[in-house]
């Protein structure tokens, strides 16, 4: 896991790479500097649209043009594109099923110096609620650029979640498998389970050695699409381990820790913990500094996963 990436950084490039491939259209809204879009538009200018700083008038004008047989890319930060244009989303996008790809960036805490109003730690929770549309949030450099393809290939709107933050780069090119609500088991343990994303997905794997270390056998699966949601392997772990911890860079409440505890609650009840910001704001800071304030980093997690597994009957 030496080598970083931020996963905006693979969003660009994989627009980039997937506009030679695919008939694609970007939009962004002032901000391709930041979303990495702007490499798109150095490749392919007439494929290019800045709609600058208004985010609900791109989203619609993007489902207009995918309303012609398109498929578009509207990119900005994750709080203007959840939050800022829901309303075109909802109606303009999801409803009419129209092939609208939002990409959005600088999501969670990890945007770090820019503080409480560019740290969207609600967008999962906003988006899986709206029906047609599927969630995703890559783990790392590999994942993001799949996810991307995957997005272009998937008939009907997709979010795509990206970071600000360089995070390690955990999978291989060549080899890996991304498929639309499938996730991905990293390691097999029969004590608990961790279920992350995002970043969070590395925090996962360093928790698992750390409790490797006391003897403590754990589970680890990316759940890359919050939505759908993979049921079945998140019945069968719980199932195999009897406790689950999610970790995510979200609020606890209506993202990957909600999806999980509603397939739980439903399918097979067992202890669950979820790490991830509890119900508040963020604050500015180091990504690092306040993922640790915040309490989502490896040693959380162990400390999670010894209470979930105290709590098994």
């Known amino acids: 896991m030496a080598d970083k ?7 660009g490039e994989a627009l980039v790479e997937f506009g030679a491939k695919y008939n694609l259209v970007v939009m962004d809204a002032d901000l391709a500097g930041a979303t990495k879009t702007g490499g ?7 494929r290019f649209i800045d709609c600058g700083i208004a985010e609900g008038n791109m989203i619609a004008t993007a489902a207009g043009i995918a309303s ?4 578009v890319f509207a990119s900005s930060f994750a709080m203007f594109a959840a939050g800022r244009a829901f309303e075109q989303i909802r109606n303009s996008v999801a409803y ?3 092939n609208v790809k939002i990409g959005a960036t600088h999501a969670g805490l990890s945007v770090g110096e820019d503080g409480a109003t560019h740290q969207c730690c609600e967008d999962i929770g906003i988006m899986r609620t709206i029906p047609n549309m599927v969630v995703i949030s890559p783990a790392d450099d590999t994942e993001a650029r799949a996810a991307v393809e995957a997005a272009i290939l998937h008939d009907g709107p997709v979010y795509l979640r990206f970071g600000r933050a360089a995070v390690p780069v955990l999978f291989d090119r060549e080899t890996y498998k991304f498929e639309i609500g499938k996730g991905v088991v990293l390691a097999e343990g029969t004590d608990v389970a961790i279920i992350a994303n995002g970043l969070e997905v590395a925090e996962a794997l360093t928790a698992k050695d750390m409790l490797a270390e006391e003897g403590i056998s754990a589970t680890v699966i990316n759940i890359h699409t919050i939505k759908p949601i993979d049921r079945e392997l998140i019945i069968e772990t719980a199932k195999k381990t009897g406790a689950i911890v999610t970790a995510e860079e979200h ?14 609650v439903e399918e097979c009840p067992v202890p669950l913990k979820r790490i991830g910001v509890k119900d508040k704001f963020g604050k500015s800071g ?3 500094q306040l993922l640790e304030e915040y309490e989502m980093t490896a040693p959380f997690i162990v400390k999670a ?3 979930a597994i105290a709590m098994k009957k």
């Open 5 to 11: 990436k931020a996963t905006r950084e693979s969003y």
């Open 40 to 46: 798109f538009k150095k490749a392919f200018p007439d």
């Open 68 to 71: 012609t047989g398109q498929v």
């Open 96 to 98: 009419p099923k129209n």
């Open 251 to 264: 609020n606890v409440i209506g993202g990957l820790g909600s999806a999980v505890a509603e397939v739980l």
């Open 286 to 288: 180091k990504p690092a």
């Open 305 to 307: 996963a010894k209470e």
